[in-house]
């Protein structure tokens, strides 16, 4: 069904097909100028842990999810790795990181869901700390396979996260279509 996209074992098959060739390798090229190798990053929304893998040859990762089967997904896939159920707006956990990444998952997030996600991100990241986050570019939102899709600007982005971030760079890049994406690196106030 629609509203458990992400979470039944069909739609996690289908994503991992469709998105095989996709990674936000780009992404973590930006990202490793502002984030010393060996860095302790946290990445939200793993998914099939494409960006996982790749952040894994330059930096202690752990990745995470709060969807139980591309949890199943990632741990039959890399045995001897740790990966957490986490959710986020929440994010449930005691440990602190020096950075925390994710690459299209944060758009899953209503203002006020993005806003708690923020503050919480600020809690757990480390002084002087990385957040590095992909959006998709647009205005509105809407609903897509079931799922709440918040488009963002400059604007609105900034805004979230000037009372906890400096932001870095907000950097429109291409994912299918030209300027359809948005990285926001930003460093811990
Ligand atoms: C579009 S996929 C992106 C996956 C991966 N980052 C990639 O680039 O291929 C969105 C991912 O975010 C996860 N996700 C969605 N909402 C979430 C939430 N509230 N907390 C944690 N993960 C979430 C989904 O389960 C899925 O793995």
Redesign the pocket.
């Known amino acids: 069904m629609d509203e458990e996209y992400?979470k039944t074992k069909e739609s996690v098959e289908e994503y991992i097909e469709l998105?095989k060739d996709?990674n936000?390798s780009e992404l973590i090229e930006k990202l490793k100028k502002v984030l010393p190798s060996n860095s302790n990053i946290l990445e939200?929304?793993?998914?099939?842990g494409?960006?996982w893998k790749i952040l894994n040859k330059s930096f202690n990762v752990i990745g995470s999810?709060?969807?139980s089967e591309?949890l199943k997904h990632l741990i039959a896939m890399y045995p001897n790795d740790e990966f957490l159920n986490?959710?986020?707006?929440t994010i449930d956990t005691n440990r602190t990181f020096d950075c925390i990444y994710?690459?299209?998952?944060l758009h899953?997030?209503k203002d006020k869901e993005l806003e708690d996600s923020i503050k919480r991100q600020y809690r757990i990241v480390k002084s002087k700390g990385i957040i590095c986050h992909s959006f998709w570019k647009g205005e509105d939102f809407e609903i897509f396979k079931g799922l709440y899709v918040n488009y963002q600007n400059e604007k609105k982005l900034k805004h979230f996260f000037k009372d906890y971030f400096e932001i870095i760079s907000i950097i429109s890049y291409q994912e299918f279509e030209e300027g359809d994406s948005l990285l926001v690196i930003g460093k811990k106030k």
């Not at 939200?44 to 099939?48: A, E, L, N």
């Not at 986490?86 to 707006?89: I, M, P, R, T």
């Not at 994710?102 to 998952?105: D, F, G, I, P, R």
């Open positions: 992400y998105a996709v936000g939200i929304g793993s998914g099939p494409s960006d999810d709060n969807s591309f986490l959710d986020a707006v994710s690459n299209k998952v899953h997030l």
